[in-house]
């Protein structure tokens, strides 16, 4: 897994006009090519009768499946500049199609090139870019005479409080990222003196929005 990635906030849309052609851009996240391809025939059939729905899609740890479709503009024009943005931006498991009205007025290449790239940037920017970061979920139990100096220390700390539950001791629940286990269990022990005890939970990604224009 990853210790960190960038993806898509949600699923959105986001409409510009260029030279009288409307150019609306939907985002969503996909974790398989099936998804993907799911996406991308929604918005097909939203969209019949459209003159163009061109797609592109990163997906994988390592970006390992990207596909690009012109859907009928000039090759190279769409789907291309479409993946391009994807990958500018590093996003992954993030699929895209730009629904096309023409308005009449021919944009050559040059000028397709610049729309589609125009329309998805475009749209990232409204909708929002998050940072997934993995973590572990560490419990850690406490005796409640120890409650109010480990939550002080916690709040202060980088470190997130997940959940406390109040059983016949405390368990406090924190979110530590993977190369920060030993140095927080360290501390934790420290802290209470050696009164605490440290089992390592699930894994899990936090997500931080990182940009929303």
């Known amino acids: 897994m990853l210790s960190y ?10 409409e510009i006009t260029i030279q009288k052609s409307r150019f609306i851009c939907y985002v969503n996240r996909a974790t398989t090519e099936e998804e993907a391809q799911n996406f991308i025939n929604l918005i097909k059939k939203k969209h019949w009768d459209a003159n163009h729905n061109c797609s592109a899609y990163l997906i994988g740890e390592t970006n390992n499946i990207q596909k690009a479709n012109d859907d009928g503009e000039p090759s ?10 994807l990958k500018k931006r590093d996003l992954k498991d993030t699929v895209t199609v730009v629904t096309r009205y023409f308005g009449g007025i021919k944009l050559g290449a040059g ?12 749209g990232l920017n409204a909708i929002g870019i998050v940072e997934r970061r993995l973590v572990r979920v ?76």
């Open 5 to 14: 990635y960038y993806t898509v906030k949600d699923y959105g849309e986001h």
């Open 76 to 85: 190279g024009t769409a789907g291309v500049p479409m993946l391009e943005v």
């Open 138 to 213: 560490i419990h850690v139990k406490i005796d409640y005479t120890w409650l109010g100096k480990v939550e002080n220390e916690l709040r202060s700390s980088p470190y997130t409080i997940k959940e406390i539950h109040y059983l016949d001791g405390v368990e406090v629940e924190v979110y530590v990222e993977e190369e920060q286990i030993s140095q927080f269990t360290e501390w934790m022990i420290e802290l209470t003196n050696g009164q605490s005890v440290i089992n390592e939970g699930t894994n899990l990604y936090l997500e931080r929005l990182v940009s929303n224009s």
């Open 111 to 122: 000028g397709l090139i610049r729309a589609y790239g125009k329309s998805v940037s475009e």
